[in-house]
T-cell receptor, first 113, second 111 residues
């Protein structure tokens, strides 16, 4: 009974490629997030969606775009990948917006070569 | 922005009580304080959340002084499995863009 799942777990690709990471939650939560964790373990929020509406858009490159086909899914699309995009990306969800407990997925380790 | 500051690392022994303090001098009136635990190769996991005074659940206690400029996560009788990185997070519901995880505290428990 996985609460928040992500696919793929590992993603190795070359610079310039376009890739997507999928996220699904079966908790019935209204808000979903994407985080980036770099090699120094800093965890930075990138986006969140609440009822299909983007309510956070941190200073991330516009090569990154979240797509939410429904309340249970928030996919992350990345265009023209760069070396600096290499990191672990976590999806999360919460019931009560950002005040509430967030449930994180297992992460997707992206390596750009 | 309510920036948080935590010790980079801490060491302790099994059976001891561990207290990790987080400073958040610029905390806003509506900000809550939340702590997460992260094991290697896993996503963070919620531990506890509070607004003021003391909060206790089955795994930890959270102490928040009256001025709310700091908070202390207390882990009673730690075990080896408590070895992880602990993050302090300060934010409020209406300012979702202000979610900021600190650099975390790497806690190492020894036998």
């Amino acid at each position: 009974d996985t609460a928040v799942s992500q696919t793929p777990k590992y993603l190795v690709t070359q610079m310039g490629n376009d890739k997507s990471i999928k996220c699904e939650q079966n908790l019935g939560h209204d808000t979903m997030y994407w985080y980036k964790q770099d090699s120094k373990k800093f965890l930075k929020i990138m986006f969140s969606y609440n009822n299909k509406e983007l309510i956070i858009n941190e200073t991330v490159p516009n090569r990154f775009s979240p797509k939410s086909p429904d309340k249970a899914h928030l996919n992350l699309h990345i265009n023209s990948l760069e070396l600096g995009d290499s990191a672990v990306y976590f999806c999360a969800s919460s019931r009560d917006g950002t005040r509430g407990e967030q449930y994180f997925g297992p992460g997707t380790r992206l390596t750009v070569t | 922005l309510a920036k948080t500051t935590q010790p980079i690392s801490m060491d302790s022994y099994e059976g001891q009580e561990v207290n990790i303090t987080c400073s958040h001098n610029n905390i806003a009136t509506n900000d809550y304080i939340t702590w997460y635990q992260q094991f290697p190769s896993q996503g963070p996991r919620f531990i506890i959340q509070g607004y003021k005074t003391k909060v206790t659940n089955e795994v930890a206690s959270l102490f928040i002084p009256a001025d709310r400029k700091s908070s202390t996560l207390s882990l009673p009788r730690v075990s080896l499995s408590d070895t992880a990185v602990y993050y302090c997070l300060v934010g409020e519901d209406s300012s979702a863009s202000k979610i900021i995880f600190g650099s975390g505290t790497r806690l190492s428990i020894r036998p």
